[in-house]
């Protein structure tokens, strides 16, 4: 009980992913909840990027869409050097200055750090900022999180504890008949395969991060409006790994239709920027 009422408090979006789990939650209560515009043309197609977007109510579309874009195509700042250690403080306000980054420092006291823990920067040539960000903190065992419009500087527990919801428009990854995981003629009912997409997910995108082996992580399968979703509660490092997946998942699947089906087709799923890493299909 007290697990469920932390829940409500806390992250109501999570809650919604949870009953959604359970079958608590019908398709005509999530179609309240769901934006009623991403049915009209955010519709996702075969071998187009995955139609994505945050349920994160302080954050716009906009927002997250320039923090990404920054993160994976700004060069880390040169002034601070590489061979010299700084304060973590420092190298967040070199961050801070391609995208506004918080320190979390209540988390990092929970583990013995601070603001002033000497870390080593990292200059990779020709690669982005977001690469130096996962090398600097990996070595403290931190992550980043993006939440409210803002980058914020965690542990790995503390962005757990507090995990970005994301929807997820797979409508174009499932088949009516067959099964798309292997050759068998044996048909794969929806949820079927729903349930192979989630199994493979969680079993190898970070796994120890997911409810079913202790973490925190939440997955729900949901059908409205004959689209189906899934509605993802985690960290936003897992979030990148799981849209580059079905990224590539969803890639496969065009390969089994006319390639007329997939060309010029949902334009807007790039946001009009061809070529900039995302998370794909945000409504507008």
């Given at each position: 009980?007290?697990?469920?009422?932390?829940?409500?408090v806390?992250?109501?979006?999570?809650?919604?992913?949870?009953?959604?789990?359970?079958g608590v939650?019908?398709?005509p209560?999530?179609?309240?909840?769901v934006?009623?515009r991403?049915?009209?043309d955010?519709v996702g197609?075969?071998?187009?990027?995955?139609?994505?977007?945050?349920?994160?109510?302080l954050?716009?579309?906009?927002?997250?869409?320039?923090?990404?874009?920054?993160?994976?195509?700004?060069?880390?700042?040169?002034?601070?050097g590489?061979?010299?250690?700084?304060?973590?403080?420092?190298m967040?306000?070199?961050?801070?200055?391609?995208v506004?980054?918080?320190i979390d420092?209540?988390?990092l006291?929970?583990?013995g750090?601070?603001?002033?823990?000497?870390?080593?920067?990292?200059?990779?040539?020709?690669?982005?900022l977001?690469t130096?960000?996962?090398?600097?903190?990996?070595d403290?065992?931190l992550?980043?999180?993006i939440?409210?419009?803002?980058?914020?500087?965690?542990?790995?527990?503390?962005?757990?504890a507090?995990?970005?919801?994301?929807?997820?428009?797979v409508?174009?990854?499932l088949?009516?008949?067959?099964d798309?995981?292997d050759?068998a003629?044996a048909?794969?009912?929806?949820?079927?395969?729903?349930?192979?997409y989630?199994?493979v997910?969680?079993?190898?995108i970070?796994p120890?991060?997911?409810?079913a082996l202790g973490g925190?992580?939440t997955f729900a399968?949901?059908?409205?409006r004959?689209?189906?979703?899934?509605v993802?509660?985690q960290?936003?490092?897992v979030?990148?790994?799981i849209?580059r997946?079905?990224?590539?998942?969803n890639g496969c699947?065009?390969s089994?239709?006319?390639?007329?089906?997939s060309?010029?087709?949902?334009?807007?799923v790039t946001?009009?920027?061809?070529?900039?890493?995302?998370?794909?299909?945000?409504?507008?």
């Amino acid at each position: 009980m007290r697990r469920i009422v932390s829940i409500v408090v806390l992250c109501p979006y999570r809650l919604l992913a949870v009953l959604g789990c359970l079958g608590v939650l019908s398709s005509p209560v999530l179609a309240q909840v769901v934006p009623a515009r991403i049915f009209a043309d955010q519709v996702g197609q075969p071998g187009q990027p995955i139609p994505s977007w945050s349920a994160d109510p302080l954050m716009t579309v906009e927002q997250e869409q320039e923090i990404l874009r920054k993160l994976r195509t700004a060069k880390p700042a040169p002034k601070l050097g590489i061979n010299a250690e700084v304060a973590l403080e420092q190298m967040a306000e070199s961050w801070s200055e391609t995208v506004p980054v918080v320190i979390d420092r209540v988390s990092l006291e929970g583990v013995g750090l601070t603001a002033d823990t000497p870390v080593m920067p990292q200059r990779v040539d020709d690669l982005p900022l977001m690469t130096q960000m996962f090398l600097v903190l990996r070595d403290l065992e931190l992550t980043f999180t993006i939440r409210g419009g803002v980058v914020f500087i965690e542990t790995v527990e503390a962005a757990d504890a507090k995990p970005c919801v994301r929807v997820y428009d797979v409508s174009s990854l499932l088949t009516q008949e067959g099964d798309p995981f292997d050759s068998a003629d044996a048909t794969l009912s929806s949820d079927d395969q729903k349930a192979r997409y989630a199994q493979v997910i969680q079993q190898t995108i970070d796994p120890d991060s997911w409810e079913a082996l202790g973490g925190m992580g939440t997955f729900a399968p949901l059908t409205v409006r004959d689209r189906s979703f899934f509605v993802i509660a985690q960290r936003t490092e897992v979030h990148l790994a799981i849209q580059r997946l079905l990224d590539r998942l969803n890639g496969c699947v065009a390969s089994e239709i006319p390639e007329a089906d997939s060309v010029n087709v949902n334009s807007r799923v790039t946001n009009g920027r061809s070529g900039i890493p995302r998370f794909s299909g945000d409504p507008q």
